[in-house]
């Protein structure tokens, strides 16, 4: 049994001191962020963007990892406990949190069971009324399995609810602290659908986290007021946060250097030479928990063509594989911040398997397998290009030119495609892409975040960008999930990585190490193992 009130858990403070221009308030944190969200629903999105402007905001979960961590810690639930054969989890709730109080929204009781329930019912229950009223999929919830695994939610009294699970799933407490898991409130879910405004839920959103949702103007800003009624008062420091929507690198370091914005975006390579000299700004670093990587759509046929896909065939994945010069674009895309990735997670994953290597560089060995494979030479593959930022990708459109100039040395020509980040990703998970630079920062600790999430069945409408569905894989890594056995996890998810190795349905291509710049009056701001951008806990000096 966990329980919350053995843990102390020291927030440090600080962000803030003068307000940037244009902004007035000496209590507003400006962040100059990279993109515009696609919505504010975190159950239906996968994206850092996304889950920066929503869940790290204005929601909470039941259980939650300590800033700058990935140790679990309690949230909505102050503690938790499992029945003796790992299926069912008790989770008891913390009482007198608050739900917003907006403009939109008057809430006339406090967090409950309930709340739980409606979250959990909506992902899991096509027939759910909310679901019915506003149709929408929840790809993170179902590339994990959960809407398969969990049989059923009960609860027990307002402040306990039970989950049954129809297998263990020996990550789900480190689950339920997942962005996706965040916690609505079912009281607004009836105003909505009493309203006939369903789909408010995300461009309105209530939650019960440290800040409140104010206002959106896409590609410009979000605005949030600090939560005065946050039942952790310590972790709400702002009277204000304003997410200054600025795709430009270029940009956001001018502003950041011009005090416009205190925090920014993780910088491009080429910008931290300049950052060291700023006796202005202070530059957090740390090792990323993340990976950058090139998935190949191995369909068949490429949705929206009629033409036989080329990446169907696993020696013409091995050929493009072997024809790329990683180290060459390690050293021009990360400019020093990154290793060459092996494996589809990073090597400080437990379970990483250190015994697997890359294919040789080899230009005359891809040539033969393209004429094995029966590929002419000019033929063409569309390889798409990330439109923004990623912390395991700081350039995507400069590593996609590197891999054209690569690829056409073995007679393949490669057209890059790229769209705007929400576009990107849609497209993506509907089976258009060709070849597609993407990558993963790890949410949650657990080796099947990398290889279930980006890798299994389940994920093929979700972040399986490579469309791999491979029976025996797939039985391997649900074994390791459902198994207590730590040095059977262990066994299970390195025969896993050997399986994709042997695939090659994805090239990994760097782990990136993370930068984040923050003016010097900016104290107690921690960078996020999982690459996300969080403010709670974040004060004035």
Same mark, same amino acid.
């Given at each position: 049994?966990?329980?919350?009130? =053995?843990?102390?858990?020291?927030?440090?403070? $600080?962000?803030?001191?003068? #307000?940037?221009v244009?902004?007035?308030? =000496?209590?507003t944190?400006?962040?100059c962020?990279?993109?515009?969200?696609?919505?504010?629903?975190?159950?239906?999105?996968?994206?850092?963007?996304?889950?920066d402007?929503?869940?790290e905001?204005?929601?909470?979960r039941?259980t939650?990892?300590?800033?700058g961590?990935?140790t679990? !810690?309690? %949230?909505?639930?102050?503690?938790?406990? @499992?029945?003796?054969?790992?299926?069912?989890?008790?989770?008891?709730?913390r009482? $007198?949190?608050?739900?917003?109080?907006?403009?939109?929204?008057?809430?006339?009781?406090?967090?409950?069971?309930?709340?739980?329930?409606?979250?959990?019912n909506?992902?899991?229950?096509?027939?759910?009324?909310?679901?019915?009223?506003?149709?929408t999929?929840?790809?993170?919830?179902t590339?994990?399995?959960?809407?398969e695994?969990?049989?059923?939610?009960?609860?027990?009294?307002?402040? @306990?609810?039970?989950?049954?699970?129809?297998?263990?799933?020996a990550?789900f407490?480190?689950?339920? +602290?997942?962005?996706?898991a965040?916690?609505?409130?079912a009281?607004?879910?009836?105003q909505?659908?009493?309203? %006939?405004?369903?789909?408010d839920?995300?461009?309105?959103?209530?939650? =019960?986290?440290?800040?409140?949702?104010?206002?959106?103007?896409?590609d410009?800003?979000?605005r949030?007021?600090?939560? *005065?009624?946050?039942w952790?008062?310590e972790?709400?420091?702002?009277?204000?946060l304003?997410?200054?929507?600025?795709?430009?690198?270029?940009?956001?370091?001018?502003?950041?250097?011009?005090?416009e914005?205190q925090?920014?975006?993780?910088?491009?390579?080429?910008?931290?030479?300049?950052?060291?000299?700023?006796?202005?700004? @202070?530059l957090l670093?740390?090792?990323?928990?993340?990976?950058?990587?090139?998935?190949?759509?191995?369909?068949?046929?490429?949705k929206?063509?009629d033409?036989?896909?080329?990446?169907?065939?696993?020696?013409?994945?091995?050929?493009?594989?072997?024809?790329?010069?990683?180290?060459?674009?390690?050293?021009?895309?990360?400019? %020093?911040? $990154?290793? #060459?990735a092996?494996?589809?997670m990073p090597?400080?994953?437990?379970?990483y398997?250190?015994? &697997?290597?890359?294919?040789?560089?080899? !230009?005359? *060995?891809? *040539?033969?397998?393209?004429?094995? +494979?029966?590929?002419?030479?000019?033929?063409? !593959?569309?390889?798409?290009?990330m439109?923004?930022?990623?912390?395991?990708n700081?350039?995507a459109?400069?590593?996609?030119?590197? &891999?054209q100039?690569?690829?056409?040395?073995?007679g393949?020509?490669?057209?890059?495609?790229?769209?705007?980040?929400?576009?990107y990703n849609?497209?993506?998970?509907?089976?258009?892409?060709?070849?597609?630079?993407?990558?993963?920062?790890?949410?949650?600790?657990?080796?099947?975040?990398?290889? %279930?999430t980006?890798?299994?069945?389940?994920?093929?409408?979700?972040?399986?960008y490579?469309?791999?569905?491979?029976? =025996?894989?797939?039985?391997?890594?649900?074994?390791?999930?459902?198994?207590?056995?730590?040095?059977?996890?262990?066994e299970?998810?390195?025969?896993?990585?050997?399986? !994709?190795?042997?695939?090659?349905?994805?090239?990994?291509?760097?782990?990136?190490?993370?930068?984040?710049?923050?003016r010097?009056n900016?104290?107690?701001?921690?960078?996020?193992?999982s690459?996300?951008?969080?403010?709670?806990?974040?004060?004035?000096?």
């Open positions: 049994m966990f329980k919350s009130n =053995t843990i102390a858990v020291l927030i440090s403070a $600080g962000i803030l001191a003068c #307000a940037p244009g902004y007035a308030a =000496t209590s944190l400006v962040y962020s990279e993109g515009s969200p696609a919505g504010f629903d975190p159950g239906q999105y996968t994206t850092g963007t996304d889950f402007a929503s869940a905001t204005i929601f909470n039941l939650q990892f300590e800033r961590g990935t679990l !810690i309690p %949230g909505l639930a102050t503690s938790w406990e @499992t029945s003796d054969d790992v299926r069912t989890y008790t989770f008891h709730l009482q $007198g949190v608050k739900f917003h109080t907006t403009a939109y929204f008057k809430p006339t009781r406090d967090f409950n069971a309930d709340d739980v329930l409606f979250t959990f909506r992902m899991m229950d096509k027939s759910n009324a909310f679901r019915k009223a506003y149709p999929e929840f790809p993170y919830f590339d994990m399995g959960l809407n695994n969990i049989t059923g939610i009960e609860k027990l009294d307002d402040h @306990t609810v039970q989950f049954h699970l129809k297998s263990v799933d990550a407490a480190q689950d339920m +602290a997942m962005s996706f965040s916690i609505q409130s009281q607004y879910a009836q909505l659908l009493a309203q %006939g405004k369903p789909s839920i995300n461009q309105k959103p209530i939650g =019960t986290g440290p800040f409140v949702f104010a206002s959106y103007q896409k410009s800003n979000i949030f007021t600090g939560n *005065k009624r946050y952790k008062p972790d709400v420091r702002l009277d204000n304003i997410f200054a929507i600025t795709p430009n690198p270029s940009v956001r370091l001018q502003k950041l250097v011009k005090n914005c925090v920014t975006y993780y910088p491009r390579p080429a910008d931290l030479a300049a950052l060291r000299t700023d006796k202005e700004v @202070t670093s740390q090792p990323g928990f993340n990976v950058g990587y090139l998935a190949y759509n191995v369909s068949d046929k490429i929206g063509s033409q036989p896909n080329p990446m169907s065939q696993v020696k013409v994945r091995q050929a493009l594989d072997m024809a790329i010069q990683k180290q060459s674009i390690i050293e021009a895309v990360y400019q %020093g911040a $990154g290793q #060459a092996v494996n589809p090597p400080t994953q437990w379970s398997d250190t015994s &697997i290597k890359d294919a040789p560089y080899d !230009i005359e *060995k891809a *040539k033969r397998l393209l004429q094995e +494979a029966g590929v002419k030479e000019d033929t063409e !593959i569309s390889l798409w290009a439109p923004v930022q990623r912390p395991y700081p350039n459109r400069l590593m996609a030119e590197m &891999i100039a690569d690829w056409a040395r073995i393949i020509k490669a057209k890059i495609v790229s769209y705007e980040w929400g576009e849609r497209r993506a998970k509907d089976g258009e892409n060709g070849a597609i630079l993407i990558g993963w920062s790890g949410d949650n600790g657990d080796p099947d975040n990398w290889l %279930g980006l890798f299994g069945c389940d994920a093929l409408s979700g972040n399986n490579a469309k791999w569905c491979d029976k =025996t894989y797939d039985g391997v890594i649900k074994q390791a999930k459902s198994t207590a056995d730590h040095d059977k996890r262990v299970l998810y390195q025969q896993a990585q050997r399986l !994709i190795k042997d695939a090659v349905p994805i090239t990994p291509i760097a782990h990136s190490t993370v930068f984040q710049p923050v010097n900016v104290d107690g701001y921690r960078i996020s193992p690459g996300y951008s969080s403010f709670y806990g974040v004060g004035l000096k």
